[in-house]
């Protein structure tokens, strides 16, 4: 089954958006995804062909997201959220735990973005959020799955996490976590104004200015033009 997703995934590939998505993803020396190899596959084929794989083992589940190739590590992802949505509580927490082990192989802002919110930050919804202190403490992979995590919980108008780790990372040098934080201000923004910019109120003068433009983006322009 896997040498046959792998396969399929190959079929699908396109010289022409690889070469563009390892720009975009900034893939050369000395970037933050220096090596990441593209295949220029685009996210709804790797969602339809995920969908069609769903009873992938674990086993072949961690040789994709040890992969050097973009799209077999964000498959693996979506693969597992189809597992993670279809598990029992026990196999929820077994999956959560695999997905931890591999932080380092999502390793790309998208296979963040579009995993933590719906395995780990789901998972947390209704448990202690202890781990998300650790990890915002982590590598950068590591601080924004943290950050993207608690995006499930701004859904349920739980904002307390979100905000204690957007504190936790005001001071992070890294535009990806600058960007990550702002734009879950912003999320936050949407469920009560009034909250975000009591944070801002308070941090504006000193947080970074790409999080600051993140988190004030949706604003009228004149309240924009007063908080930059």
């Not at 992969?67 to 993670?84: G, N, P, Q, V, W």
């Not at 509580?89 to 077994?94: N, T, Y």
């Not at 999502?106 to 930050?121: E, K, M, R, T």
């Not at 781990?131 to 859904?155: N, P, T």
Request: glycine share 4%; charged share 35%.
């Amino acid at each position: 089954m896997l040498n046959r997703l792998k396969k399929e995934l190959e079929s699908l590939k396109d010289a022409e958006k690889a070469k563009n998505l390892q720009r975009f993803f900034k893939t050369g020396k000395g970037q933050y995804a220096e090596g990441d190899i593209f295949l220029g596959v685009i996210v709804p084929k790797q969602r339809k062909v995920a969908s069609q794989y769903r009873h992938l083992s674990l086993s072949d589940i961690q040789k994709m997201l040890s992969s050097k190739i973009h799209e077999h590590r964000l498959t693996a992802l979506f693969i597992l959220i189809h597992k993670y949505q279809r598990a029992d509580d026990k196999e929820k927490r077994g999956i959560v735990d695999f997905y931890l082990r591999n932080s380092k192989n999502i390793n790309n802002w998208d296979l963040v973005d579009l995993s933590a919110p719906n395995i780990l930050g789901d998972f947390l919804l209704n448990k202690n959020r202890k781990i998300l202190y650790k990890l915002a403490k982590g590598h950068l992979w590591e601080k924004r799955i943290a950050v993207l995590a608690s995006f499930a919980f701004i859904r349920k108008n739980d904002f307390k996490d979100s905000l204690k780790i957007a504190e936790i990372l005001l001071k992070d040098k890294h535009d990806l976590i600058h960007k990550a934080v702002g734009w879950m201000l912003r999320e936050i923004g949407k469920q009560n104004q009034d909250i975000e910019e009591k944070f801002l109120k308070k941090h504006c003068k000193t947080m970074p200015r790409t999080m600051l433009r993140y988190a004030i983006e949706k604003f009228p322009e004149s309240k924009r033009k007063t908080y930059l």
